[in-house]
Every structure is written in structure tokens, then in C-alpha cells.
């Protein structure tokens, strides 16, 4: 394993279950979207496939919890998934299923079970805890969150090193990514969250995409969100997502392939200096 991601388990934050503190992780990226649709779940598998191809030992964690697809996309039909830990069956390291073909281990979610979107506080801090444990094990651990901003996708965001923010240029889209950002603020968060632009039909215009959302910020909450990158429009998405197929298997040399590549390097650079900084206020 990389030792530059062996940082110590580094500082608190307040936790958005219960008022009390809780560790952050060290090497943890979050995937999110204000709304669904806006290609986030390929983005968390991409990005997975992009950051092992850089040599790195890759978690994908499906924290869609009650609409978990990432095994979908995939094509996998896993024997154990999150409803095994969240039923105190099995432990989360017990979870955790190689996917060969993308060189990444998984931890599968549960389609359908709307239980598991709303767990009690004491098990979201049971799985909080467990997963940041097993993040040992691993140089970065991507967290496939649920669209929005429900309890659940907050709490997950708080405790990651850097938060990856997925909006596209449709109104809906920038507006619920707003209100993302608004509400991590509110709960001290948004300090840890970059912006990608999905489904750009151009440089020239996702960069626009990124400076409607920017101004809005500036002007309103005063926050700089930092822009992690943008994913060019490409038929190869749509060909791969129906072949249930990961990007850079199928079509490693198209335009979103290269553009998910250069967000998965500047991600992992944003996240090891977050994870410097976490350690630097823990020794004090």
C-alpha cells in the first residue's frame, strides 16, 4: 500500500447524527449529486477503475443505501451485500467482493430495502465507524452516495477527506447542487467539497457550467468551491452504462475516459493534502 495515504486518523468533526464528535477519514472521496441523473454512480465507478489503474488498492462502497446500483451497472449479482451488515449478520470486511474485470474490491449495497435510507443513528455511526476502520486496508476508499441530501448523504460526506460534488449544466441540476453546498456549510462540511461538471458539451461550456455554480456560491455563501474537473459529452458513456461495462475497460481512449483520468489525479492530490491537514490539527 502507498505510504503516503498511511496518515494517521487525524481530526473530528461534529456529528450530523447526534451532536458529538466523530473521526474523519483519511483517504476517503465521496461521490454526490443534488439530484439524480446526473451520471454520479458512473462517476464513482470510473473514477474507482481510474485510481486503481494508478496503482492504487481501491474500495468502491455503495452508499446509495435503498437504491444501490452499482452492482446493477456492473452486472453482478453479489451474495453478500450492506443488508448483511446492517442486519448484524456479518461484519463490513465480510462484505467485501472482488470485481476482477475492474481490478477494485466492492461492497454492494441493497436495492429496494427503504429501511436501509432511513437507519437508526446508532447503526449509521456503526457503519461509519466500520468503514473508516477497513479504509485501512486500502489507499482510497470511493463512496457512492445517494442523490441529495437526506441525513444519510450528509453524515457520509462529513466523514469522508474530500467530497466530489457531480452537477451538469440543466437548471434542476446546478440548483440542487447549491443547495448541497448550502446545507454542508451549514453543518461545516463544505470546506471538503470540489465540483465536477458532468455531460459537458464542450470545455468552453462546462467551465461556464462551473462558474454559474461558483458565482452562486460567492454571492450567497461566500465559499469557493474548487472546480475537480469536467467529463466531456461522449457517446462511449451511454454504449458502456448499457453493456454493463466500466468506461475504461470498454473504451479506454475516448474523451470521458481521459477526462475522468485527470479528475481521478487531481482527487487524489486534493485528498492526500486534506488528509496532511486533518493530521496537522489532530497533533495540535
Known amino acids: 500500500m502507498a505510504t503516503d495515504t498511511k496518515i494517521a486518523q487525524s481530526s473530528t468533526a461534529t456529528d450530523l447524527t447526534g451532536g458529538s464528535s466523530f473521526p474523519r477519514g483519511k483517504n476517503i472521496i465521496a461521490v454526490a449529486s443534488g439530484k439524480g441523473g446526473v451520471g454520479k454512480t458512473f462517476f464513482s465507478i470510473s473514477l474507482t477503475q481510474a485510481l486503481t489503474r494508478m496503482g492504487k488498492k481501491v474500495l468502491l462502497f455503495d452508499g446509495d443505501l435503498g437504491l444501490a446500483n452499482v452492482d ?9 451485500d450492506l443488508n448483511d451488515v446492517i442486519r448484524g449478520r456479518l461484519s463490513l470486511d465480510k462484505v467485501v467482493q472482488r470485481y476482477e474485470d475492474g481490478g477494485f474490491d466492492i461492497i454492494a449495497g441493497r436495492s429496494g430495502q427503504a429501511s436501509l435510507s432511513a437507519l437508526p443513528s446508532q447503526r449509521l455511526a456503526m457503519l461509519r465507524d466500520q468503514l473508516i476502520e477497513l479504509s485501512d486496508a486500502y489507499d482510497v476508499v470511493v463512496i457512492d452516495l445517494g442523490a441529495g441530501v437526506d441525513r444519510t448523504v450528509r453524515m457520509f460526506s462529513a466523514f469522508a477527506t474530500r467530497t466530489l460534488l457531480v452537477s451538469t449544466d440543466e437548471p434542476t441540476s446546478l440548483t440542487d447542487a447549491y443547495a448541497f453546498i448550502k446545507l454542508g456549510s451549514a453543518a461545516g462540511m463544505s470546506k471538503n467539497v470540489s465540483i465536477v461538471v458532468n455531460m459537458a458539451s464542450s470545455k468552453t461550456e462546462g467551465e461556464k457550467t462551473y462558474k454559474t455554480l461558483l458565482k452562486a456560491c460567492e454571492n450567497f455563501l461566500r465559499l469557493s468551491p474548487p472546480l475537480a474537473g469536467m467529463i466531456r459529452q461522449d457517446p462511449k458513456v451511454k454504449e458502456t452504462i448499457r453493456h454493463q461495462t466500466p468506461l475504461l475497460t470498454r473504451s479506454p ?3 470521458a475516459a481521459g477526462d475522468i483520468e485527470k479528475i481521478a489525479e487531481n482527487a487524489y ?16
Open 269 to 284: 492530490q486534493e485528498m492526500l493534502e486534506e488528509a496532511k491537514m486533518l493530521a496537522k490539527a489532530a497533533r495540535g
Open 253 to 255: 481512449n475516448c474523451d
Open 72 to 80: 446493477v451497472q456492473l452486472g453482478l449479482m453479489p451474495k453478500r
